[in-house]
């Protein structure tokens, strides 16, 4: 069935330093790829998305690349800082018609040390 | 404006009883998605409408969880005779339109069930 794999669980960077998650897709028909920062106890917030026409997008501090061939997405957070702390969860969706929900990585633990 | 709300924030069930969990997604938006959130994973999907018409209920666990959305607005899910596994913070998404991708989501009702 259809599935995300999201690597690394948990992530521990300096303040400052790049942080990098990775995710790999299994539904080949998937063409929208958000990521959601879920703080403790709070809603996912969308952060930043990617559509299968695109190979990169980048919103300040945060990109995000897409290698549809290989089926890999990518969350890169530059020059991290305290309050990026967060769970970040990258999704895969076939963005529209009858099957658009989202499928859902299990998630990384970003803490980032002043 | 106002975001997807939802209520209530947190209910406590004995097993057995009847839960009712509303949703009030942005105003306009067509599609609306609930997922189920158990601790520490990354949200599952439950069902779909668009407008009023539930075009997708595959990730409903069994019969005893049912939704609705009678008017194309206000959605509630129901989940009949609760049991302990239904513990898990269930979360409300709307978006604007059946092919934009975007969901925004609301701030989950953590459900117990003792």
């Known amino acids: 069935g259809e599935n995300v794999e999201q690597h690394p669980s948990t992530l521990s960077v300096q303040e400052g330093d790049s942080a990098v998650i990775k995710c790999t897709y299994s539904d080949s028909a998937s063409n929208y790829f958000p990521w959601y920062k879920q703080e403790l106890g709070k809603r996912p917030q969308l952060i930043i998305d990617?559509?299968?026409?695109?190979g990169e997008k980048k919103d300040q501090r945060i990109a995000v690349t897409l290698n549809k061939t290989a089926k890999h997405f990518s969350l890169h957070i530059t020059e991290t800082q305290p309050e990026d702390s967060a769970v970040y969860f990258c999704a895969a969706s076939r963005g529209g018609g009858a099957t658009n929900k989202l499928i859902f990585g299990t998630g990384t633990l970003l803490a980032v040390q002043p | 404006g106002a975001g997807v709300s939802q209520s209530p924030r947190y209910k406590v069930a004995k097993r057995g009883q009847d839960v009712a969990l509303r949703c009030d997604p942005i105003?306009?938006?067509?599609?609306l998605f609930w997922y189920q959130q158990a601790l520490g994973q990354g949200p599952e999907f439950l069902t779909y409408f668009q407008n009023e018409a539930q075009l997708d209920k595959s990730g409903l666990p069994s019969d005893r969880f049912f939704a609705e959305r009678p008017e194309g607005s206000v959605s509630t899910l129901k989940i009949q005779r609760t049991q302990q596994e239904d513990s898990a913070v269930y979360l409300c998404?709307?978006?604007?339109?059946?092919?934009?991708?975007?969901?925004?989501f609301g701030p989950g009702t953590r459900l117990t069930v003792t």
């Open positions: 990617i559509r299968s026409n695109v």
């Open positions: 105003s306009g938006h067509v599609s």
């Open positions: 998404a709307s978006s604007i339109s059946s092919g934009s991708g975007e969901q925004y």
